[in-house]
């Protein structure tokens, strides 16, 4: 059985709704995690932009019945990591290290977008080291539509003022159906970009230069694929490219929100993991 270091951590209790809040000493930095409730542990990948804070509500609901640890990835509290080169490779070791470095034998892991990319890599390399895997928002490639490409070339390009109502807008879409509250754009946006700049570019590069269908053949564990009707990120054709090559997948097709499904519904998401990893694995 691995053991946790638990003279390297340190621990600070808060509010129980917003959990406790630990540090991992990795190889390479050190991850800041937090933790909710008790039970089977789930590790939760946050995405792109947002880290731990954006996934929090959806923590939250999957604590009911899980142990739920989500965890800062590289980059996400020290833009300085950019000044030594890792690709994706490198976060899947990342997160390989942090369940041993956590002691946790074959958990549920749940990721979300880019995280979702993330737990795919892992569970094709390291497919004795999770007991399921769930994703929401993840295709089999990165595909050059319009809304995409303006995402790289502004990431990538320009330095924009985390304040812009311009481009913050983009949060809107990403929501799929409808306008939603100024109020609730304005917080995802502030979410998000607590996340540099530089570091949502450099993982923005990664997953335009990623391609599932190399691997995804080789993942053996039941996987939950979860898609909303309005991702403008992830066409219809990516997601049957990806979960046509997986060998045990069960496919939910979200009828309400975008990209942010995770953030708009936070319960139904949970709800659908809670069951799959109850009924189905």
Same mark, same amino acid.
């Given at each position: 059985?691995?053991?946790?270091?638990?003279?390297?951590?340190?621990?600070?209790?808060? =509010?129980?709704?917003?959990?406790?809040?630990?540090?991992?000493? +990795?190889?390479?930095?050190?991850?800041?995690?937090?933790?909710? #409730?008790?039970?089977?542990?789930?590790?939760?990948?946050?995405?792109?932009?947002?880290?731990?804070?954006?996934?929090?509500?959806?923590?939250?609901?999957?604590?009911?019945?899980?142990?739920?640890?989500?965890? @800062? +990835?590289?980059?996400?509290?020290?833009?300085?990591?950019?000044?030594?080169?890792? #690709?994706?490779?490198?976060?899947? @070791?990342?997160?390989?290290?942090?369940?041993?470095?956590?002691?946790?034998?074959?958990?549920?892991?749940?990721?979300?977008?880019?995280? #979702?990319?993330?737990?795919?890599?892992?569970?094709?390399?390291?497919?004795?080291?999770?007991?399921?895997?769930?994703?929401? #928002?993840?295709?089999? &490639?990165?595909?050059?539509?319009?809304?995409?490409?303006?995402?790289?070339?502004?990431?990538?390009?320009?330095?924009?003022?985390?304040?812009?109502?311009?481009?913050?807008?983009?949060?809107?879409?990403?929501?799929?159906?409808?306008?939603?509250?100024?109020?609730?754009?304005?917080?995802?946006?502030?979410?998000?970009?607590?996340?540099?700049?530089?570091?949502?570019?450099?993982?923005?590069? +990664?997953? &335009?230069?990623? =391609?599932?269908?190399?691997?995804?053949?080789?993942?053996?564990?039941?996987?939950?694929?979860?898609?909303?009707?309005?991702?403008?990120?992830?066409?219809?054709?990516? +997601?049957?490219?990806?979960?046509?090559?997986? @060998?045990?997948?069960?496919?939910?097709?979200?009828?309400?929100?975008?990209?942010?499904?995770?953030?708009?519904?936070?319960? &139904?998401?949970?709800?659908?993991?809670?069951?799959?990893?109850?009924?189905?694995?």
């Amino acid at each position: 059985m691995l053991i946790s270091p638990v003279w390297q951590m340190k621990r600070v209790d808060l =509010d129980h709704h917003d959990g406790v809040v630990g540090h991992a000493h +990795l190889s390479h930095y050190t991850a800041k995690y937090r933790e909710w #409730g008790d039970g089977a542990p789930l590790v939760l990948v946050p995405g792109l932009a947002g880290g731990i804070d954006l996934v929090a509500p959806l923590a939250r609901e999957l604590s009911k019945h899980f142990r739920v640890i989500a965890y @800062e +990835l590289r980059g996400e509290n020290d833009c300085f990591a950019l000044r030594r080169r890792f #690709g994706m490779k490198d976060l899947v @070791e990342d997160l390989a290290e942090f369940l041993e470095w956590q002691g946790v034998e074959r958990p549920d892991v749940l990721g979300v977008s880019f995280g #979702g990319v993330i737990g795919m890599e892992m569970a094709a390399r390291f497919p004795h080291r999770l007991r399921s895997l769930s994703v929401q #928002g993840v295709g089999a &490639r990165f595909e050059r539509g319009l809304i995409r490409s303006v995402a790289g070339l502004v990431l990538g390009g320009f330095p924009l003022p985390s304040d812009n109502p311009f481009v913050n807008q983009f949060f809107q879409l990403l929501f799929g159906r409808g306008p939603q509250p100024r109020f609730l754009i304005d917080r995802i946006a502030r979410l998000c970009w607590q996340t540099d700049q530089s570091v949502m570019a450099h993982r923005f590069r +990664l997953v &335009r230069h990623s =391609d599932l269908t190399r691997c995804v053949n080789r993942i053996r564990i039941p996987v939950l694929a979860m898609s909303a009707e309005r991702d403008v990120l992830v066409s219809n054709q990516s +997601l049957c490219d990806l979960y046509n090559r997986l @060998e045990d997948v069960k496919f939910i097709r979200l009828p309400t929100g975008g990209h942010l499904a995770f953030v708009h519904d936070p319960r &139904r998401i949970a709800n659908e993991v809670i069951t799959f990893a109850t009924n189905d694995v």
